[in-house]
């Protein structure tokens, strides 16, 4: 099967920029998307098609996705946007998430 | 605005099948794909499957064996069904709207635990 990789974690102070990366074979030949997961609440897509941004999603959520990286960045990083983060591509019909990414902001 | 509900009993017996339905309100099921996808606790996001309106499924293909996903376009609903269950099956059950190759509107997800 596919697989999109992760780093389990990231730390970023408040008001820098946090860049989370998501790694798979030839990921930057497929869309890629991005999801936020606050604790026990249901993901929110921030970034599809690899760089798009669905209305409501601040301006300091950008994506990008080349080779085989796609990554999230968040500008101006602020204490709510710690949460968990999943990439998440199609494959052959299937769609596999990335394991996750916990952010954290300190 | 559309929301989507999971509903369905949120204990299974190990061996039993799990049934879930996923009502949408606030836009016609017979637009976009609607998908299934679930997360066990503390881990992470694991897709299970898609349907259109028409009945087109598509599973992922570790689960395929034992996934049903079916569609009541006069309701307005779909629904989920898995066999044979095992305490790997407990996770948060979420239903989800595929909109292009992005999941754009979640349910709020439903405990599902598999035990006797």
């Known amino acids: 099967s596919y697989e999109l990789t992760q780093p389990p974690s990231v730390s970023v102070s408040p008001g820098q920029t946090a860049s989370i990366t998501c790694s798979g074979d030839k990921l930057g030949d497929k869309y890629a998307c991005w999801y936020q997961q606050k604790p026990g609440q249901s993901p929110v897509l921030v970034i599809y098609?690899?760089?798009k941004r669905p209305s409501g999603i601040p301006e300091r959520f950008s994506g990008s996705n080349s080779g085989s990286t796609a990554t999230l960045t968040i500008s101006g990083t602020q204490a709510m946007d710690e949460a968990d983060y999943y990439c998440q591509a199609w494959e052959s019909g299937t769609a596999e998430f990335g394991g996750g990414t916990k952010l954290t902001v300190l | 605005q559309v929301q989507l509900q999971e509903s369905g009993p949120g204990l299974v017996k190990p061996s039993e099948t799990l049934s879930l339905t996923c009502t949408v309100s606030?836009?016609?099921?017979?637009?976009?794909?609607w998908s299934w996808i679930r997360q066990p606790p503390e881990k992470g996001l694991e897709w299970i499957g898609y349907?259109?309106?028409?009945?087109?499924?598509n599973y992922n293909p570790s689960l395929k064996s034992r996934v049903t996903i079916s569609v009541d376009t006069s309701k307005n609903r779909f629904s989920l069904r898995l066999s044979s269950v095992t305490a790997a099956d407990t996770a948060v059950y979420y239903c989800?709207?595929?909109?292009?190759?992005?999941?754009?509107?979640w349910g709020q997800g439903t405990m599902v635990t598999v035990s006797s």
């Open positions: 098609q690899d760089s």
């Open positions: 989800a709207r595929r909109a292009g190759d992005a999941f754009d509107v």
């Open positions: 606030g836009d016609s099921i017979s637009t976009y794909y």
């Open positions: 349907i259109y309106y028409t009945g087109s499924t």
